[in-house]
C-alpha cells in the first residue's frame, strides 16, 4: 500500500468492465454548510433524562504561566501527544440541562452571549444549542452554580442584564456565595484577574439576581438526585455532584480539571486559574483516584464535547477514556 | 470527600442566607425528549467539507465465534478495559456526506431503511440524519461504495427498491465488483453468511442500478481529492481512501478494523467478518504502522461516532485517539 497522488480515474478495468460515466449533474454545486450541527448530546441515568449542551470552546495562544509548575515546552509536548497543535491551548465548555422528571435543572451556564459576540460565536453557543434542543429557557426549574468563575455565571443574564431563565431558582455554593461577596475577601484580592472575578460576581449577582439566589450546602441533595460535593481548590466552594437514578450514577466533576490532555494526564499540573493550587491537586487526586477505583463515569465541564467518559489509571497520572456516543437514547 | 446519599436541601447556612424558595413552579413538568440529537459532525481537510454522518449502532449478543482467534473471555475483558458492558458488542456505522467544492460525494450508505424499521431506528439512521445535515440525497453527484456488505451497499436503496441517491454515479472497487458479480465465485462460496452476500449484491445491484455503477481502480483519484487505496482482506477488493486538500489530509480506513476497542486494541484477532483474516490482519498492520508514523488522521466506518482520530502505538497494538469534538467549522 503506498500512498502517493495518482491522475484520474481512467482505469483499465473500469473502461473493460463498464463505461465511464461522464454525465455532468444536472444541479449546480452545493455550497459547503460551513456550519458545525448543533452540538447537543442526550443519555439517560436511571430515569434521569441529561442533556450535555455545548457553550462552545476557545483557542488561546499558549501562555508561558498557563501551567505555573510546568514549562511551556512540557505543556508542548502533552499537546503534542495528544495530536492537539502547538503553542495554543484550547478550553472547553459543556455545561448540562438535566430533567429529572419533575424539574428541569440547568448546570451551569456557559459565557453568555456577550462573550458569544465577542468571539464570533467560538463560545457562549448554551442558548443557541439548548434552543436546538428543543429547550426553552422559561421552563427551566433550577440552575445549579459550580463556582463562580465567569464561564459558568455569565450565561445567568442575556446581553442586556436580564435574567436567561426567568422562571428558575438559583442555587449556588453557599460557601462560595459567601467568600465572593464578603467585602473583606474583595478587598484582600490581587489587582487583576481576581479583583476582576469579584467585579463580575457582583455584576451578575446584583443585576436582579440576588433576591432568588438561594445557597446550598456539600452533603445534601441540591435537586431530585443531586448531591452536591465538596471539591474545593479550584475555588473556596468549588463544587461537583454525584447525579444518581436506580443504580445507575454519574460525576459531574466541574471544574476538577481542564482539558483533560493536560490535567487530567498530569493531576500534579497547577493551572493558573485554580486559586489554591495545592488544595485543587489534592482534590483531582482524591476524585480522580475514586473514579478509578469505582469506575464512576464521570461528565467534565472542560472536556470536549459531549465530555462524558470514565477514567483509566495512566502512569503517574490518569487518562479519560471517552464513552462512545451513543445514536439512540 | 465522601459519596454517600443525604437527605433534602435545608442547610444552615442557607436558611441563615437566604430564605429558601419553595414556590412551585408556574408550569407543569416538561417530559424527557427520549430522542437523541442527529448525529452528524462536520470538519474541513482544506478546502473539502466532510460531514460524518451516523447510521447508528447496533448491540449484539457476543458469540462465541465473534472473533475466530480469541477466546470470549479475552473479548470481554478486552470490553472491560474500555468500560463496555459484557456479553455484548455495540457496532457503530459512519458514512460520509463529502462537498469537494465541485462535487457532493458519499462514500458508503449504511444498513438502509428496511434495517432502520427493523431495528425500531437503531440503524438504518443515514437517510434521516442526511436530512438533518440539510443534504438532500437528490443533490448527491457520486456514492462511492468501499465493499459490498450490507451495512454498506444496503443503503443505496430505499425500501420500495428505488434509488436513494437518483441522480448519482456509483461508483465501486472493480476487483470487488468482479469478485461479487462473478457466477463461478457464487458457486463455490460456502453455504450461509456468504451465499446470502452474494445474494445481496446480486439484489441490491440489479434493482435498477447496474447501469449506473462504474467501478474504479486503486491507485487513482476515485473523485476530486479522494485516492482509493487497496486495503484487501476484510473482502477481496476492500478500499480504504486518502481525502486531501493542500497539506492536510485524512485515511478513511473503512472496515480495516472495526470496533477499535477490541480490533484497534488487538490487531491479530480476526473478526468473524474478515473474508480473508490472514491479509485483513497484514493489511491492519501495514495501515496502522503508517498511520502512527504519519500521525495521520483516521476516518473509520465502525468507530463511534464522529469517528475520527489519530492512532497511537499500545503495547502490541495500537490505540484510537478520538479527535476533540469542535463546536465550530
Redesign the interface.
Known sequence: ??????????????AA?????N?S???A??????????????YKVGDI?V?VV?D??NTYPLADKFVLNASKDDVNAALG????PQDKV?I?FAPLAI?T????VVIDTGNGRAANAATK??VG?FAANLMA???DP??V?MVVISHFHGDHVNGLLTTDNQLAFP?A?I?VP??E??FWMDDGEMSRASAGRMQDLFKNNRRVFEAGLAK??????W????APGL?A???AGHTPGHTSY?L?SGSDRV?IQSDVTNNPDLFVRNPGWHANFDQDGDMAES?RR??YD?LVVE?L?VQGFHY???AL??I?KDGNGYRL?????????
Open positions: 500500500m503506498t500512498i502517493t497522488r495518482r491522475e484520474a480515474l481512467v482505469g483499465a478495468a473500469a468492465a463498464l463505461p465511464l460515466l454525465s449533474s444536472a444541479h454545486a452545493v455550497p459547503p454548510a460551513n456550519k458545525q450541527a448543533p452540538s447537543f448530546y442526550r433524562e442533556a455545548s462552545g470552546a501527544r495528544a495530536f492537539l484550547t472547553h430533567n422528571g419533575g424539574k428541569l460565536g467560538s453557543q434542543a428543543g429547550i422559561k421552563n426549574d422562571n431558582e442555587l453557599a460557601v456565595w459567601k432568588k439566589v438561594t445557597p446550598y450546602e452533603g445534601k441533595d441540591v448531591l460535593v465538596e471539591t454525584v444518581s460525576f482534590t482524591k476524585v475514586m469506575k463515569k470536549p464535547f459531549p467518559g470514565n483509566e477514556v471517552p464513552a462512545p456516543w451513543s445514536p439512540v437514547i
